[in-house]
């Protein structure tokens, strides 16, 4: 006797492109090591899952792609800075950008910085700052999880993923 009851199903829309890309400069601390400042060519992808809308989508290409395309615009060329970490301290003043660590100091022009709300600038979180942007700017009812990956060096990848259920 067969089962009668219909599969569950989710879709996907997936989102990489060559110019969904950012470059820029950053430092981590690990312990109590600092690493020097440096810098990667990011690339970055997303992921939503959700049922189909009335015209059969789960979501619009071309919508995810432009969102995130804003938000990598937004960090490329800059030194992205953390202002959670509980031992790096920032001090922004008119056009400029004091970074204390420990004995170590560092002055950036103000523009040529982001200022990201999270407590290292790792992969992981940058996909995780990424990804909550994504969530404030576009319409998520029928989605069930995003998914943000951030690659710093080729092959090297990590990302966050929210459950929207």
């Not at 810098?39 to 290409?61: P, S």
């Not at 004995?103 to 990804?131: D, H, M, S, Y």
Request: hydrophobic fraction near 40%.
């Amino acid at each position: 006797m067969a089962d009668s009851r219909r599969p569950q199903r989710t879709f996907t829309v997936d989102v990489t492109k060559d110019h969904l890309v950012f470059s820029a400069g950053h430092f981590i601390t690990i312990g109590d090591f600092c690493e020097r400042i440096h810098g990667h060519n990011f690339r970055v992808a997303a992921q939503v899952e959700g049922t189909l809308d009335e015209n059969g989508f789960v979501f619009d290409f071309i919508a995810l792609r432009d969102t995130l395309q804003k938000h990598c615009e937004a960090l490329d060329h800059r030194m992205l800075l953390p202002t959670r970490h509980p031992t790096i301290l920032l001090a922004v003043q008119d056009d400029e950008i004091e970074v204390r660590y420990e004995n170590r100091r560092w002055i950036f022009p103000k523009e040529e910085c982001a200022l990201l709300p999270i407590e290292q600038t790792t992969v992981e979180l940058i996909a995780q700052w990424l990804g909550e942007q994504l969530l404030k700017h576009l319409e998520t009812s029928n989605l069930t999880s995003l998914t943000v990956k951030v690659e710093e060096n080729f092959g090297q990848w990590a990302g966050c993923k929210f459950d929207l259920t």
